[in-house]
């Protein structure tokens, strides 16, 4: 029996999406490898924007931690809304609404903080909705190593790829 793309987790450009969870400037001095999460999406959101691929960003209640880093406001294209929300997950009114009005959009990269909280509700939420989840593990963290680590594995037993950049 022959596979289907989808099954197999082959990425399509033209359905293809880059969400952007809560990289907040508050949460730099405690998530485990900040350094190389940051660096790791802002090649994501460069690829993004070469390939002409949705970007979605998050920030996660800013008033108290922050906006996005600047690393990744600077190469954000101008017409890159950024999405309050005070919700874990990134399937938020506005997200969904956008996501309508790009009903080729059938498959998400992943990338965000916190693995085990904001990216996993986000991912299963997207997987409910019938979205293919591909989550950048080098482009996720948490504060503690366990917490990343049983993020991911719900992620992957709930039918989410694991990838990497």
């Known amino acids: 029996m022959a596979a289907t793309a989808a099954?197999?987790?082959?990425?399509?450009?033209?359905?293809?999406?880059?969400?952007?969870?809560d990289i907040q400037e508050?949460?730099?001095?405690?998530?485990?490898?900040?350094?190389?999460?940051?660096?790791?999406?802002?090649?994501?959101i460069k690829?993004?924007?070469?390939l002409g691929l949705p970007v979605v960003v998050t920030e996660q209640?800013?008033?108290?931690?922050?906006?996005?880093?600047?690393?990744?406001?600077?190469?954000?294209?101008?017409?890159?809304?950024?999405?309050?929300?005070?919700?874990?997950?990134?399937v938020t009114p506005e997200v969904s609404q956008m996501l309508k009005q790009r009903p080729?959009?059938?498959q998400v990269l992943l990338c965000g903080?916190?693995?085990?909280v904001c990216v996993?509700?986000?991912?299963?939420?997207?997987?409910?909705?019938g979205y293919e989840v591909h989550v950048v593990v080098d482009g996720v963290s948490s504060?503690?190593?366990?917490?990343?680590?049983?993020g991911l594995h719900r992620a992957a037993q709930s039918g989410a790829f694991l990838v990497t950049r």
């Open 7 to 21: 099954r197999l987790g082959k990425l399509q450009q033209k359905s293809t999406a880059l969400f952007v969870c």
């Open 113 to 116: 903080i916190e693995a085990h």
């Open 47 to 50: 690829g993004a924007n070469v």
């Open 143 to 150: 504060q503690r190593h366990p917490d990343r680590s049983a």
């Open 120 to 129: 996993l509700q986000t991912t299963l939420d997207l997987i409910e909705h």
């Open 26 to 44: 508050r949460f730099r001095p405690v998530i485990t490898g900040m350094p190389a999460v940051v660096d790791t999406v802002r090649r994501m």
């Open 61 to 90: 209640y800013p008033k108290a931690l922050g906006n996005t880093v600047g690393e990744l406001k600077e190469v954000l294209q101008p017409n890159v809304q950024v999405v309050e929300k005070t919700l874990f997950s990134m």
């Open 104 to 106: 080729t959009i059938s």
